[in-house]
């Protein structure tokens, strides 16, 4: 069975850029989230998805990162401008069920200078 | 607001010892915690778990206390091996929500 899988998984831009990260959950999972891992910190719930419903969005800065799961399968996370404090690694993960157990993807390391 | 705290940064033990890390917890409405292990340039994968009404579950050799009144998790490993070296997460979530609340992150090294 494929894992979840993200890309890119490396990415360095300016402050004020804009950038975009992919995730392509496991088949069949119908909830998706995505997180942030700032270095030294727990993953941090930014969004998550319900097939192709927000399910909880309180802790995404909505001036900046949208979300969206147009077809309820894979995703993407935008980020626009970036700051120097997203620099963090972004975890996507899914699950069957809202109950299930989350299954995690390599993440993307991204670096704002 | 740190709701899910694991205060030990690192924790280091000789292969065959048992490793033992800690997890604290500050809401009373958590009903559900787990424990991921995470590798360099990997995802978290999912360890083991266990619901508030139960104070113990084992698999293998990872076993994992719950003491609600202390609001304290631990998990046990043991014997420890070298390939149980990662960083290891607890988590919290409540309800039907599966929204996960994660520590900070414990690194665990077992020496040969």
């Known amino acids: 069975e494929a894992g979840v899988a993200q890309s890119p998984r490396y990415k360095i831009i300016e402050k004020r850029q804009s950038v975009a990260f992919w995730c392509n959950p496991i088949s069949g999972h119908a909830t998706l989230y995505w997180y942030q891992q700032i270095l030294g910190q727990g993953p941090k719930l930014l969004i998550q998805f319900q097939n192709n419903g927000v399910v909880d969005d309180s802790q995404l800065p909505k001036d900046r990162f949208s979300a969206e799961r147009l077809k309820g399968v894979d995703s993407t996370l935008k980020i626009q401008p970036a700051k120097l404090e997203d620099s963090a690694v972004y975890l996507c993960?899914?699950?069957?069920?809202?109950?299930?157990?989350?299954?995690f993807g390599p993440g993307t390391r991204l670096l704002v200078l | 607001d740190q709701q899910v705290k694991q205060n030990s940064p690192s924790l280091s033990v000789q292969e065959g010892r048992i490793s033992i890390l800690n997890c604290d917890y500050t809401?009373?409405?958590?009903?559900?915690f787990l424990w991921y292990k995470k590798y360099p340039a990997e995802g978290p994968t999912f360890l083991i778990s266990?619901?508030?009404?139960?104070d113990k579950n084992e698999d293998g050799r990872f076993t994992v206390f719950l003491n609600k009144s202390a609001k304290h998790l631990s998990l046990h490993i043991v014997p420890s091996q070298p390939g149980d070296s990662a960083v290891y997460f607890c988590a919290a979530s409540f309800g039907n929500t599966g929204k996960l609340i994660f520590g900070q992150g414990t690194t665990l090294q077992v020496k040969p």
């Open positions: 266990i619901s508030s009404i139960k």
């Open positions: 809401n009373s409405m958590f009903d559900y």
């Open positions: 993960a899914s699950s069957f069920g809202l109950q299930e157990t989350q299954y």
